[in-house]
């Protein structure tokens, strides 16, 4: 089932109102982190802490549940040590279980030692910042991090690794083998820099109320949340409605033959493909998709007044696939844009001509757009390079649907899907989507789901489940690198086992 994600903000808004509201202690808060925590560590990581686990506390309150997650081990029977290395604790909560520390014997380290000189640590916890990290790591601690990253240690951090910005994932930090998410997941924990510094992903609960979290606009779907098209048992192919593609040129042909045999594999009553006339003879096109060629003027462009008439009584159209980017896919694009009054998915070479051709995303503004970008895309459509979208994907998003009102698929091995102030992450699939024909055949079911009645955000999201869910359970039997973006459409429907 989904789950939310938290921004830095919420949770830290959501630890207050437990004070204020509830009447519990930020002191009995530590105490229950500190010990879940512990709890997960013993239980799934045994073997550990079979040597001395060295704890790195900081001097906030995630270094106070350091010290109770240091306790609670120490009295399970394991070899415990604790590290000070930004000095001493300065909150009252951090004093009083450091406090608590000391009738038990456990080595503390301050800032002027090097625990990890005698390297014969089996496993290394960091608690030195969660969600409080801002701006850039200590030049120490850069150093030190860099010096635990060359050990053989097991390494884990609580809440998020130190150094990772909560809100962006942006920044370094200690390459983690598992993090344990502090009551719910936080962006930093999906996006792409973050997610490479956490590891195995670990969630305990400090009894936060599920009512406190209403407001909050991002969760994480899994396959188990995926939901399709309902069809009913009396229906006809009318009632799965009529999606039509455009697509396809002498150098991609294939494109577009993908997406359309993926939308006809789930679901939709009919399909239109329309490609280029010479598209047409080049390869076969499965017999139940209806296959023409688009209409040409004169000079052999698209004829915008012969496009008029056919695209009426479709339910969803898809473009991009394969098309290039000349000038006769420019005017077929901006033909469509025009004339479509119902969604219209944009993929692939239609996102880049609106990159290229800016007076295109004035069709954006109209609210029956989607787009199915890459990140590579993406960062082209709002004009950065990649490296700086990185840096902070989800402000980018914000700002770009500030200006426009699409639903947006951003794709990646975790994908966002973002309409308004809503965010999915969807953690589905796996490396044997990286190939090419993957965006065309999930453009394909986008469009078909959106056909059949879904709304486009939630057709987006179930789509983008179903692909990921196909390559998983493909993946079960054979290796990832041998399953093709066709496979998955042979497979797409296959139940459970």
Known sequence: ????????????????????????????????????CAEIIAREYPNALIGKTLILCGSGNNGGDGFVIARHLQNMGYQIETWLPLGEARSQQSKANLARLKP????????????????????????????????DLPRELQSIFQDINALDAFKIAIDIPSGIEADSGSGTSIKAHATIAIENYKYAHYLPNGRAFCGNLHRISINIPESFKSGVCAQIFTHSDLQLPARPPDSHKGSFGKVMLFGGSALYPGSIQLSAQAALKSGAGLIYLYTRKEVLSQQPISPEIISRAIPENKSALPCARQLKPLIKGMDCFVIGPGMATDAYAAKLLESLLKNATVPVLLDADALNLLSQKPALKEYLKRGNIILSPHLKEFSRLVGISLGKLKQDILKHIRAFLKEYPVTLLLKDHISIAAKGNELRFLAAGNDALATGGSGDVLSGIIGSFIAQGMAPFEAAISASLLMGHTADKLSANQESFSICPSQIIEHLGDKDE
């Open 104 to 135: 038990l014997n456990i080595p503390l380290y301050t800032a002027k030692d090097n625990p990890l000189a005698s390297g014969n640590h089996s496993l290394i916890i960091d608690a030195l910042y969660g969600i409080g990290f801002r701006g």
């Open 1 to 36: 089932m989904s789950e939310y994600i938290l921004s830095k903000s919420e949770m830290q808004e959501m630890d207050s109102r437990m004070i204020r509201q509830n009447g519990v202690s930020s002191e009995l808060l530590m105490e229950i982190a500190g010990a879940r």
